[in-house]
C-alpha cells in the first residue's frame, strides 16, 4: 500500500462512520416531507464556502501527490470537516462519488474577461465581460454540443480510486445532475453586461434571437444526454439544497429521462427588469425547457417576490429561491404554501468587521416567521459565503443561531 492509498483509506473509515450515521436517514426523511410540501421544520444547508479561509487546524491540508487522488482527498476532507463544525442537514451519502467524464457541453464562445482579485487565495473575484455577439452574424458563434462520453476512461478512472481507498467505501460513477436550463449567465458572460442592458433598449430583436438560439442549445444538450443515458436518477442536492424526494425514482438506473430527474432555471441579469419583461424575456423561453424535467427549483441570487405569478406559469416549479434582496415577506404571501421557500440568508453578515448574532438570528426568525404565518415550508440556505474574514468560527456560530431558530418551528 503506498502513501496516498494510506491516506484514502484512513479518511475513507473515517468518513465511513460520519457516512453511517442514523441521523442521515432520519435528515432524508426530513428532506423528503420538505420537497413534498409537507409540515416540517425549516432544513437548513451551507455551501459555496471560503475554504482557503477555513483550514485553521490543518485539517484540510492535502496530502496525496497523485492528482486524481488529491481531488478525493479534498472531497473527504471537506465533507469531514463540514460534519464535525456545521453539518447542519447535510446527509453524508455512504459511498465516493466520481462524475463521469463528459466533453463537448460547451456553447461555443470563449469567455473574455478582466478580473479583480481582493484576496489572491479567493477564487471569487469581481469579472468584466468583453462583449462578443455585437450583432445578428455573431450570433453564429453560439455553437451546438457535440456531447462525448470515454466509457474506457470512466472504468480506468473507477478501478484506480477503488483500489485507492482499499474497498473501505463504494465508488459510484455519477451521471449529470441538476441541468441548468437557464439561458441568461451564457449570454451574458458573451455580451458583456454593459452591452446586455443597453440591447434591452437598443437591440431588442438581437437579444430576443440569441435567446431562441440558446433556447435551442440547451434542448440540444437535453437530447444528447437522454439518448445517451448520462442523467443520473440519484440526487441528494439541487442548487445546494436538499433534492432526496419521494415524487421521482430516485432508485433508477436505467432508461433516466428528463422528466425523472430535478432541473433548475434562473435569470439573474433579468433582477432589475420589469415582470413584464421577466415575462418576455426569460418565462416564454425556458418555459419549454423547464417542463421536461420532474421537478424544478427556480431562482439564485435575483429577487423573485414580486415574480411568482409569472414563475407559476411553469407547471412543474417545487422551490423558489428568495435571495437576500428580495422580500421574504411579500414572496411567501405569494407563495402561500405552493412551492417551498429557499431562502439565502444574508452572507454578508459572515463577512462584517465583527459577527453580530443577533443580527443573524432576526434574519433568520424573519424568515421562518413569514414562511409559517402564510402556511408554507422552508430552508434556510447558506450559500455564496466568499469571505469570513479568517475567522472560520463564524460559521459554527451562524450554524449553531440556524439550529436554534429552526428548533423553534
Known sequence: MNRDQEILTELAKEYREVALAGENEVRRALWKELNGLRECRPLIMMDQLPWHELNTDGSLTLQCQDADARIVEKSLRRQLYQAKYFPADKVFEPYLELPKIIVGCHYGIIRQEVTLASDEKNGVVSHSYVSQLRNEDDLENLKFPVIQVDEAKDKEHWEKISEMVSGVLPVRLSGVRMFNCGIWDGLVEAIGTDDFFFFFMDEPELLHKAAKRMVDIRQSLIDQLAEKQLFDAYEPTVHCTGAYTDELPQDKEKDVRPKDVWTFG????????????????????????????????????????????????????????????????????????????????????????????????????????????????CELILKDVSTVRYHPERLAQWHKIAVEVASEW
Open 266 to 377: 434562473l435569470a439573474q441579469m433579468l433582477g432589475s427588469v420589469s415582470p413584464q419583461m421577466f415575462e418576455e424575456y426569460e418565462i416564454e423561453y425556458v418555459k419549454p425547457l423547464l417542463e421536461q424535467f420532474g421537478l424544478v427549483y427556480y431562482g439564485c441570487c435575483e429577487p423573485l417576490h414580486n415574480r411568482i405569478d409569472s414563475i407559476r406559469k411553469i407547471k412543474n416549479v417545487r422551490k423558489i429561491s428568495m435571495s437576500p434582496w428580495a422580500d421574504v415577506l411579500a414572496g411567501a404571501e405569494h407563495i402561500h404554501g405552493d412551492y417551498v421557500i429557499s431562502r439565502k440568508p444574508n452572507p454578508a453578515y459572515l463577512a462584517s468587521a465583527s459577527f453580530d448574532a443577533e443580527v443573524v438570528r432576526k434574519e433568520l426568525q424573519e424568515t421562518c416567521r413569514a414562511a409559517k404565518e402564510n402556511g408554507c415550508t
